[in-house]
DNA sequence: CGGTATCCATTTGGATACTG
DNA sequence: CAGTATCCAAATGGATACCG
């Protein structure tokens, strides 16, 4: 499948389906953090990433988990200790997220500055035409 | 930056603000269909696009526009005319997005499995034992 | 045709408290 | 330590109606 392919609606299932579990800000995260760490624990992963809450690492981990692309090894001890790892499909994982990893780098200048001309250009013209709001934040 | 910076918060950002543009389900597919299109209008962009609501459409394509990866020109005709294209930024985006498309096609299969296999897993464990649902959806 | 405005159900996710 | 359960506020997004 190619984006040559992307009208024919069957085919966007796969694609959309990735999506939704790459697509979350969290996933994307954790394979990253995962990728340099052959293993690592909960509270350990939980530190490295910035602003997720426990509920929400848990989630991404078990989605992961179920899509087969990440493992995870309980041992029986006491303090448990729980250890996360990708699979070998989440390893090939990376490299797709390495690449939009580096667009990111380079582009997200180009991003902000493009952001801030189009909103001050919407400001302009928001102080003219009270109308059109462009959905107002919704 | 690559994926070995993951832990640096500061460098996450970048990161983070890209896959809420990316991540999103129908700005992917926008961009994939503006790719091979050089212009397209947005009644015939919302009908390649299987599913997507006019609100959505309307939406991404300002988000798009705003961040500097879509162009929207209004040829002031009757009845009216809008055509959508890719800059030259949006363009250097197919490529990671291609990346991904990719990958989605060589292992949605794989995907579909393993969630076969824990789902059934899981299944079992739950018929034994009525706690632990795993935040049973949400 | 290409939107915008509004209403409203569903989903999402943080905070908090509790557990083996 | 590594979760689970519950509550609840906010964001998301479809449906519908209307407009230049």
């Known amino acids: 499948m190619s984006l040559q392919d992307t009208a024919d609606r069957s085919n966007c299932t796969a694609m959309s389906d990735v ?69 070998q499909l989440g390893k090939t994982l990376t490299n797709p997220i390495q690449a939009l990893w580096n667009w990111s780098a380079e582009h997200h200048g180009a991003i902000i500055d493009a952001r801030a001309i189009y909103d001050q250009r919407e400001t302009a013209i928001a102080a003219e035409q009270p109308r059109k709001a462009a959905y107002a934040r919704g």
Do not use: C
């Not at 697509?23 to 760490?37: E, T, Y």
């Not at 910035?50 to 981990?61: A, E, F, W």
């Open 19 to 87: 999506l939704n579990r790459i697509g979350d800000k969290w996933s994307v995260m954790v394979v990253g953090i995962l990728a340099r760490h052959d293993t690592i624990r909960f509270n350990e992963l939980k530190r490295s990433i910035n602003g997720v809450s426990q509920r929400m690492l848990t989630l991404t981990l078990r989605n992961l988990e179920r899509d087969g692309l990440v493992t995870r090894t309980i041992y029986p001890e006491v303090p448990p200790r729980v250890e996360y790892g990708l699979t």
